[in-house]
């Protein structure tokens, strides 16, 4: 049986997808981008304070998931430009400190420009 996942507290899904589903013991969480979940927008313009809005936002999902960061088993970072790579890092680090398992690549473009988004499984059971 599946459960849809949904938050005002974190940005709305801006497309046919789900914040995240409860299945099977698991929590599947969207990409997760830089929107300011009060107002829509993107706020901020470097990859530390992406970065650190991508992280509170998946952080709300999980709080209304019944979870925190140190469920979390699983990442997908991407990245606009792999330069990046040490700053996002210096920044993830400090939320996801179980450090759980993780893939990170740069990818052409992401929606609205950003710089960063961030997926997430976590382990409910």
Do not use: W
């Not at 995240?20 to 313009?45: H, M, R, V, W, Y």
């Amino acid at each position: 049986m599946l459960e849809y996942i949904s938050t005002d507290k974190a940005p709305a899904a801006i497309g046919p997808y789900s914040q995240a589903i409860k299945a099977g013991g698991f929590l599947f969480a969207s990409g997760q981008i830089p929107i300011n979940p009060a107002d829509g927008e993107i706020d901020t313009n470097t990859i530390t304070d992406q970065a650190d809005v991508v992280c509170r936002n998946i952080g709300e999902i999980l709080k209304e998931a019944g979870t925190d960061y140190e469920h979390v088993v699983k990442t997908t970072c991407f990245l606009a430009e792999m330069a990046d790579f040490a700053a996002f890092n210096a920044v993830y680090e400090k939320y996801f400190t179980g450090k759980p398992a993780r893939s990170c690549v740069a990818v052409k473009q992401l929606p609205r420009n950003v710089l960063c988004e961030v997926e997430v499984i976590a382990y409910l059971g």
